[in-house]
């Protein structure tokens, strides 16, 4: 029917091979509202996937959950994490 993705390119080489579309959305008990920058988009750990019918998925890898459509803009977990262009700038001088 879909594609079926993976988790990351780590977990592809162990054990764990449940495809993205499989995994549980996360619940009000990870997410909590935020009104800053804060929010699941701006996030380290955020992705999005073209799943089945080229219908985005959007995920989070540090809980390895779905994020409903829309709370990605308006809900952050405890994990929040920069991101590296927002921690290192967009092309970091090498030194």
Not at 10 to 35: C, F, H, K, N, T
Not at 38 to 65: D, E, S, Y
Not at 66 to 92: F, K, N, V, Y
Request: hydrophobic content about 35%.
């Amino acid at each position: 029917m879909g594609v079926r993705l993976r988790r990351s390119a780590l977990e592809e080489s162990g054990s764990l091979e449940q495809p993205i579309e499989e995994w549980p959305y996360l619940d009000q008990e990870v997410l909590v509202p935020a009104r800053s920058r804060k929010v699941c988009m701006t996030c380290h750990w955020f992705r999005h996937h073209a799943g089945p019918n080229c219908i985005p998925l959007l995920t989070c890898q540090l809980h390895q959950g779905l994020i409903a459509q829309g709370e990605h803009l308006t809900s952050r977990c405890q994990g929040w994490t920069d991101d590296m262009t927002s921690q290192r700038g967009w092309a970091p001088e090498v030194a």
